[in-house]
């Protein structure tokens, strides 16, 4: 069963690593990828806020997607990587500006409209409110993020509460 609101020609995807599993986040939204930096602590931040790294003199409120999608925290390795997002926000023009750590990026690659599937509705380890579609790549199932979606009003408020400290 294919998706109504995938895309119905091929699109870009940056497909990271969480845990044991692979996501995709649409590389428009994308405005690049650092290695890990320090991360300044927010006090009384939720889990999976993290903090705020400098981007170019940018403060980025940065999150932790192991958390927000429910994983335990863990140690970063070499691999892990900061994604700087444009998350665009609901209702609004603008985007948020926003860091995700990630345990790892692996490459930029294509998925088509056609080979997209809805994400089944039978509860499981990720919510599915958060998840666009699911496809595959090099035989890996893909999970595509919903971003606008993954960070919901309320957070999007704590973000630019965040960036505004």
Not at 67 to 83: C, E, F, S, Y
Not at 136 to 161: E, Y
Request: proline share 7%.
């Amino acid at each position: 069963m294919t998706s109504a609101t995938a895309p119905r020609e091929p699109a870009q995807y940056v497909t990271i690593g969480i845990d044991r599993e692979v996501f995709a986040i649409e590389v428009g939204i994308v405005r690049e990828i650092l290695d890990l930096q320090p991360i300044t602590r927010l006090p009384h931040a939720p889990p999976f806020l993290v903090g705020m790294i400098d981007v170019r003199g940018q403060g980025v409120p940065t999150v932790d997607l192991r958390v927000k999608l429910g994983l335990p925290a863990v140690q970063p390795t070499a691999n892990t990587r900061i994604i700087v997002l444009d998350v665009p926000q609901q209702g609004q023009g603008a985007s948020l500006t926003v860091g995700v750590v990630a345990d790892r990026v692996f490459e930029v690659t294509s998925l088509d409209g056609q080979d997209l599937e809805t994400p089944p509705q039978v509860g499981g380890r990720w919510r599915s409110d958060c998840i666009q579609a699911i496809g595959r790549s090099n035989g890996t199932f893909v999970i595509v993020f919903d971003i606008a979606r993954l960070f919901a009003q309320d957070d999007v408020a704590l973000l630019t509460m965040a960036d505004a400290a």
